[in-house]
């Protein structure tokens, strides 16, 4: 019984954490041509703590990142971040994601 209590716990508070928001950040940028150029952006984004999902739009050169809730991407940090890898920052939009299951 007491195992059972546990194992009800344990997959309440995971489940929890599956359905918790976070942030997606739709990010304009310049000179995005080719994939090897995406492959640099993705490497220092995957760095940044937080980061949950990353895709490239070459043709529109927009990228997405998703974040884990309580996660920001600020102007400033983006600014730094695609002028150091080479790129040009444009813009960026954001939305809270509605709470879907991972």
């Known amino acids: ?3 059972m209590l546990v194992l009800t716990i344990i997959s309440l ?3 929890t954490g599956a359905f918790a928001a976070g942030m997606q950040y ?3 940028v310049d000179g995005l041509a080719c994939p090897y150029c995406a492959y640099g952006i993705e ?3 995957n760095k940044l703590e937080g ?10 050169g927009v990228v997405t ?6 996660v920001t991407l600020s102007e ?7 002028k150091d890898a080479g790129f040009t920052y444009r813009s960026m939009e954001s939305r809270s994601m509605e709470s879907t299951p991972q």
């Open 1 to 3: 019984m007491k195992k």
């Open 13 to 15: 508070l995971w489940a």
């Open 26 to 28: 739709k990010i304009r």
């Open 43 to 45: 490497k220092k984004l």
């Open 51 to 60: 980061v949950k999902f990353l895709d490239m739009d070459l043709e529109k």
């Open 65 to 70: 990142v998703n974040t884990f809730e309580g």
């Open 76 to 82: 400033k940090q983006m600014t730094q971040l695609f």
